[in-house]
């Protein structure tokens, strides 16, 4: 199994109403420091991908689209509707972090 697909697998994983940061997943991949490349991998993604790709946000609690942006709404709305609560743009990674 290639390291993205390595990815992929953990991004499954993660419940609905849940999310994880790019440095979790990167460790839990086996690949520790590679936050980066877990945002890459994640950007690659096919349009209509049936992975919850939206569940991957910054270790901030904020998503990494740029604020008002049609990626940065969508990610915000489907975080929403699996009850993920934003407050200023901001969700608690303590309420609703993935604790694998």
């Given amino acids: 199994m290639n390291n993205k ?4 697998q ?9 999310v994880a940061s790019y440095g979790q997943i990167a460790k839990l991949a086996g690949l520790p420091g590679y936050a980066r490349y877990v945002g890459y991998t994640m950007k690659m993604l096919p349009a209509g991908t049936k992975l919850p ?12 689209f740029k604020k008002g942006t049609k990626q940065y709404l969508l990610q915000k709305s489907l975080l929403e509707k699996e009850g993920i609560v934003f407050i200023k743009g901001k969700f608690s990674l303590d309420k609703y972090g993935w604790k694998n």
């Avoid at 697909?5 to 992929?8: L, N, P, V």
């Avoid at 953990?10 to 849940?18: A, E």
């Avoid at 569940?55 to 998503?63: H, K, L, P, Y």
Wanted: hydrophobic share 40%; no cysteine.
């Fill in 5 to 8: 697909e390595k990815i992929w």
């Fill in 10 to 18: 953990i991004v499954h994983q993660i419940p609905k109403g849940k």
């Fill in 53 to 64: 790709w939206f569940r991957v946000v910054n270790s901030q609690g904020t998503i990494s």
